[in-house]
């Protein structure tokens, strides 16, 4: 069965490092998102990517986030200079098209910032 | 996108079935309901979705009211792995994709 594949799996970084956080969406999907989960709170959506461009963000994702597709098969989350507060489970999700709201979910990157 | 509000837990066990209710009053006429889960600290995975009809798949099946104001998932015989946090989403979508909101969940135990 096709799979959204993240790594790292877990990255430690210090503070005011920069991040990339990678994945590989399903082959013949559309539509990327990047969502996170501090420990202990609710998943939360960070932004989607439809054609090569962002087509929705979340207020959380501000200046210092940024994604790309860089080569037609990666979806890269690069978090600019980390803070503290930026410590989460990072999940990437892909889906089919519009008409459906069935988006698979990578296992996630578990990003320590110290 | 609606509120949707479910019980904080739930316990079930083994071979029962697992009815895990959720309230979305305020839905819209375009809006679906979706559920997923979380198996600790996992990715959240897609259960099930209906707009107005009763759906069943190979995991699940969701009952929505008439007035589409409620509704149920049913997870028909669970087992010790259905042990999960269970979100009820409501969302239109649109062409920019889903922006779910996995709110606070019920936390389903399956015990022996």
């Known amino acids: 069965e096709p799979e959204v594949t993240q790594t790292p799996s877990h990255q430690v970084t210090q503070m005011g490092q920069e991040v990339i956080l990678r994945c590989v969406p399903i082959?013949?999907?559309?539509?990327f998102y990047w969502y996170r989960q501090i420990l202990g709170q609710k998943v939360e959506f960070l932004v989607s990517?439809?054609?090569?461009?962002?087509?929705?963000k979340s207020e959380i994702f501000d200046d210092q986030f940024s994604v790309e597709r860089p080569d037609g098969s990666n979806f890269t989350l690069k978090i600019r200079s980390t803070k503290l507060e930026d410590s989460a489970m990072y999940f990437c999700a892909s889906s089919g098209g519009s008409d459906t709201g069935e988006l698979f979910f990578g296992e996630g990157s578990r990003l320590t910032v110290l | 996108d609606a509120k949707t509000t479910q019980p904080t837990s739930m316990d079930c066990a083994e071979g029962r079935a697992a009815n895990l209710p959720c309230n979305h009053s305020t839905i819209s006429g375009n809006e679906y309901v979706y559920w997923y889960r979380q198996i600790h600290s996992q990715g959240p995975q897609y259960i099930i979705h209906g707009l107005k009809n009763n759906e069943t798949n190979e995991m699940a099946s969701l009952i929505i009211t008439e007035d589409r104001k409620s509704s149920t998932l049913i997870l028909p015989h669970a087992t010790l792995r259905d042990t999960a946090v269970y979100y009820c989403?409501?969302?239109?979508?649109?062409?920019?994709?889903?922006?779910?909101?996995f709110g606070k969940g019920t936390s389903l135990l399956v015990t022996p």
């Open positions: 990517f439809y054609n090569n461009e962002i087509s929705e």
């Open positions: 989403i409501v969302n239109h979508g649109s062409n920019s994709g889903y922006a779910l909101n």
């Open positions: 082959s013949n999907h559309l539509y």
